[in-house]
């Protein structure tokens, strides 16, 4: 299948033979779908607390997160090209005529390129825009009254001035405030200073990035650090990972033969967000929050993400806490039957351990050996969001091929929708996942897990692209918080809708959730 030259460049990405051939065979066979058992609703998989529960977890973050080495974790590689779709359009196929120009002054619709330019100067960027033009000789103000549209979107796209439609997401301005506007990557900052610093006002950030754009991140963290560590009285400790060559996938033509590019090479392409659960692996944490770049609010709408934060956090340290003591009693195998019954169902309630038929019948030692595996994995608790009509995957009781039940975060395409019975199943679901995660990473003697060994090779997704005018199949890995997460003790709680906002157009950030308050 490989001439030398292909052999080579596998090589030189780390990637074995053996594994671009089992990629290959599975554009062949497809991932299977996913099998829905049910939804996980209120009582039935997700939890939803009360106030006093609520109260006593965040008291309970508080008072033992000095113990822990904590880390917030940042997928931030993510392009903001996508958020400038309408923008791009628009200034490749407007030519400035009357006509154009009174269609477009017409738009009222949010997402509308009319209403972007008739509220321009409410974005967080527009004081830099103007700065920008101003060393040109341009004024924004002019510009809008002559209706001159596209010399304000060339220095909003391009390295006229923002260079926005190339930047990543991280760097762009969301929010402003008196002091200035602030970056997608400052508000994790001020977001980890409040409930991610340890007793040594140690706050632990990482960031996955772009080789491309790593430096300009460096360099743009670096000049508002001390700002940051400053106001909250804290030290950060910032590091960056890109994501590995090594985790590209190769892409196939339509018939499933090897992509070639012009000058005969392979394709590979990046292999999706699961590609970043070996960053995170490389990272040897303790307790690891996650949550996409694009998931933020201003300082005025912070109470409530800093509160579920703990809350969520809270549960993760209380129960591997009683699971950590259980892990040891387990191991040292001198258990009364009665503590074996206590074990089973606090795996079973606690923590959606499925436990079979065929459990009741096992000898003592086949219980504590099947109670010790189900129990020594890495755990993750996930906020779930009441379902209001946005995409995204969603919180469900999955079956596996050995017929286990687990509780998974499944998305859209990895469901067989021409299942009447599987499409029932969705149509019954009341929650999406916001990535809102806590993790905990090291087993019950302290040591860092293989997360590795906990991925579902199974759950994988294959979509259609192009390149060069050509039609290709490209392979993503199972997804970061979906099968790369597959094997973990999984908890869902549900979670208020405010701690929701992401920004996937720019004009998202003309929503009130973004806006300052008036």
């Not at 096992?362 to 504590?368: D, L, S, T």
């Not at 003697?445 to 692209?465: C, M, N, R, W, Y």
């Amino acid at each position: 299948m490989f001439a030398k030259k292909d052999l080579k460049q596998i090589d030189a990405k780390g990637i074995s033979p053996e594994t671009v051939q089992r990629q290959v065979e599975r554009f062949k066979t497809g991932f299977p779908f996913i099998r829905l058992s049910a939804s996980a609703v209120p009582g039935k998989g997700l939890l939803s607390l009360d106030e006093k529960e609520v109260k006593e977890l965040e008291t309970l973050f508080d008072e033992s997160k000095d113990d822990y080495e904590i880390l917030k974790f940042v997928p931030a590689s993510g392009a903001a090209s996508r958020m400038f779709k309408k923008l791009f359009a628009f200034r490749q196929a407007c030519s400035g005529t009357p006509a154009e120009i009174d269609q477009l002054e017409k738009e009222n619709e949010l997402q509308s390129v009319g209403y972007f330019f008739k509220n321009l100067q409410r974005f967080a960027f527009f004081p830099v825009l103007s700065e920008a033009l101003h060393k040109d000789g341009l004024d924004v103000e002019t510009l809008r009254q002559r209706k001159d549209y596209n010399i304000i979107l060339d220095y909003i796209l391009t390295d006229k001035g923002l260079n926005y439609g190339v930047l990543p997401k991280a760097m762009l301005h969301f929010h402003l405030y008196p002091d200035g506007p602030r970056r997608a990557f400052e508000e994790h900052l001020v977001e980890a200073a409040n409930y991610a610093v340890d007793k040594a006002g140690l706050a632990r950030v990482h960031f996955t990035v772009s080789p491309e754009h790593q430096q300009e991140f460096e360099e743009a963290m670096e000049a508002v650090r001390e700002k940051y560590e400053h106001r909250f009285d804290v030290r950060f400790e910032i590091n960056f990972s890109q994501q590995k060559a090594s985790t590209d996938t190769v892409a196939v033509d339509m018939n499933n033969a090897l992509f070639r590019k012009k000058d005969d090479s392979l394709l590979f392409r990046p292999g999706g967000h699961g590609a970043l659960i070996e960053n995170m692996n490389d990272l040897k944490g303790e307790v690891i929050f996650v949550k996409n770049i694009d998931n933020i609010v201003p300082d005025r709408l912070r109470h409530t993400t800093y509160l579920f934060k703990k809350v969520i956090g809270g549960l993760l340290l209380q129960l591997q806490s009683i699971t950590f003591d259980y892990l040891d009693k387990l191991d040292d195998g001198n258990l009364s039957d009665g503590e074996l019954e206590e074990i089973k169902i606090f795996a079973q309630e606690q923590l959606n351990v499925f436990i079979p038929v065929a459990y009741d019948g096992y000898g003592k030692m086949e219980k504590i050996d099947f109670l010790f595996n189900r129990l020594n994995r890495p755990m993750r608790v996930a906020g779930m969001v009441k379902n209001e009509g946005e995409p995204g995957g969603g919180p469900f009781w999955v079956v596996n091929e050995d017929d286990e039940l687990s509780l998974q975060i499944v998305e859209s395409s990895q469901i067989d929708f021409e299942d009447a019975q599987q499409k029932e199943i969705v149509s019954q679901s009341t929650h999406f996942n916001p990535v809102d995660l806590v993790c905990g990473v090291r087993n019950y003697l302290g040591e860092p897990f293989d997360l590795a060994d906990f991925v579902d090779p199974q759950t994988g997704f294959i979509s259609l692209k192009s390149m060069d005018g050509r039609d290709l199949k490209a392979q993503e890995l199972p997804g970061l918080w979906n099968g790369a997460m597959a094997d973990w003790i999984t908890l869902f709680v549900e979670t208020p809708i405010i701690t929701f906002n992401p920004v996937k157009t720019i004009n998202d950030l003309l929503r009130p959730q973004h806006q300052p308050e008036r």
